[in-house]
């Protein structure tokens, strides 16, 4: 705090950094819930016949209105996953700081790479696409993980200093 009893820049870095990993973490754990739910989809939940052969958006629709619940919840979260993603990049864009950018922006792409496969998987079945969710998982999991390790607070540093 300033003499004036406003917040320094290094204490509003400090706090970015806190925010980013707080929404690193909901989306670590968020992952891991997915994750879970996809394995129960994959062996337990008989998609429906009728999403044979269906767009990808089409083929999404249709899971969240008509699919199993476990189906249903699994896609929800997974867009609700893009989400989170998308506010991991902001954070971190905010804090300026390149190596947190580069991993949050891989998350997301891998975010978005295992709901498009999902949607393929629910229109067609197909293990590749099953396959494509799971290892995209894997690699947003370690992002999220590696920037836990990476943003770390440090009071006292200035801006520019967190820029590194």
Known sequence: ????????????????????????????????VE?????????????????????????????????????????????LLIVTAASVVVRAALIRHAPLIVVGCVALLAILAAWLSGAKFVGDAAN?????????????????AAILFIAVPTPGRSATASRT
């Open 1 to 32: 705090m300033t003499a004036a009893g406003k917040p320094t820049i290094a204490a509003n870095v400090a706090g970015r950094v806190r925010g980013l990993r707080a929404n690193s973490l909901a989306a670590l754990v968020m992952l891991l």
């Open 35 to 79: 994750y879970g739910l996809g394995m129960w989809t994959n062996l337990y939940a008989k998609l429906p016949a009728a999403d044979q052969g269906k767009g990808t958006f089409v083929a999404f629709g249709d899971a969240v209105a008509h699919g199993p619940v476990g189906l249903a919840l699994h896609a929800l979260l997974g867009t």
């Open 128 to 144: 590749g696409a099953s396959f494509g969710m799971a290892l995209a998982t894997g690699v947003a999991i370690v992002g999220y």
